[in-house]
């Protein structure tokens, strides 16, 4: 029962560091050349229309997803920069820039991140759609190209993950990956955030982004049932007009797996998505772990204090 009062808190894996975001912060801490951990510290802005719309089954998910490359971004950003960075030099580059200067890199890196999610997701929907119309004299009928067509984005997405995670940095972050799962894993089961505990916890995670994009794949399938293959140019518009919906349901999807998680019977819901988080997250070394738990016990203390302040305002 102490599990469901919990809040819950999501996170991110970036350049040697964690990024961990709640209902007011968001905070990334990187381990610096010098071995010093530094934070970034990120309040999350309210607007009252993403609020509504984030309420609403099917569209929350795309308003989730589309927040969360925005703000993703900046942290990737905070942690790309600062690691490599010389702890003697800081004072030049800090002097070099100006406040206004910082607000238009935030928000330029914000909109690079969200087009950078749609151009990756556009091409992994187009990619396999021309690959199985090429092999149409062998699979002709729809039912058989749109399970050819899912089979090689699943062969695509999973190519993509294992040479990519084979480069030195990837693997790193991968198990930064690693270090996220087992912290939220950790305080989601009541445990102290301690390097031991959190390392015996497991690196997966039923509400990983990783098992939102296989979902997006067996999800396509099904409703890509409802549309016609033919001809080719209307099978690309409305998988194109069908990214939209397919995100949608996957998030509903990820959502009802992770409220299934404990029910032994229905548990196996969210196995195949765990499975690929074999693939994107790491056995991560305590160093690592301690960086994990530092941000997000930051991250506690920050929220903690606003509720406090509220609490008094009152």
């Not at 990783?210 to 099978?235: C, E, Q």
């Not at 997250?281 to 929220?303: G, H």
């Amino acid at each position: 029962m102490k599990n469901i009062t919990k809040p819950v808190y999501g996170g991110q894996a970036v350049v040697e560091g964690v990024m961990f975001a709640g209902k007011i912060y968001s905070v990334t801490a990187i381990r610096r050349k010098d071995h010093s951990i530094e934070y970034f510290r990120l309040p999350r802005q309210t607007n009252p229309t993403v609020a509504f719309l984030k309420k609403i089954p099917f569209i929350r998910g795309i308003v989730a997803i589309i927040e969360a490359s925005a703000n993703g971004a900046k942290h990737l950003q905070f942690a790309s920069e600062r690691y490599e960075l010389d702890p003697n030099e800081e004072q030049a580059l800090q002097k070099t820039k100006t406040d206004s200067s910082k607000l238009s890199l935030v928000l330029g890196v914000a909109v690079i991140g969200v087009l950078s999610f749609l151009f990756a997701k556009t091409i992994f929907t187009l990619v396999p759609v021309f690959l199985a119309a090429s092999l149409k004299p062998l699979f002709p009928t729809k039912m058989a190209q749109i399970f050819v067509e899912g089979a090689f984005k699943l062969a695509l997405l999973l190519a993509y993950i294992y040479f990519i995670s084979l480069t030195p940095l990837i693997k790193r972050v991968f198990q930064y990956h690693g270090a996220e799962h087992k912290v939220i894993n950790a305080f989601e089961a009541g445990l102290p955030l301690t390097v031991e505990n959190v390392q015996r916890s497991s690196r997966l995670h039923y509400r990983c982004g990783s098992s939102f994009i296989l979902f997006t794949v067996i999800v396509g399938i099904f409703v890509y049932m409802f549309v016609p293959t033919d001809p080719l140019w209307l099978r690309v518009v409305n998988r194109l007009a069908l990214i939209p919906v397919v995100l949608g349901i996957s998030f509903e999807v990820l959502q009802f797996t992770n409220k299934l998680r404990n029910i032994p019977v229905l548990r196996w819901l969210g196995y195949p998505g765990l499975w690929l988080q074999l693939l994107t997250t790491k056995e991560p070394t305590d160093d690592q772990v301690e960086v994990a738990i530092a941000s997000f016990q930051e991250l506690l203390r920050l929220e903690k204090n606003v509720e406090t302040e509220t609490k008094a305002v009152q």
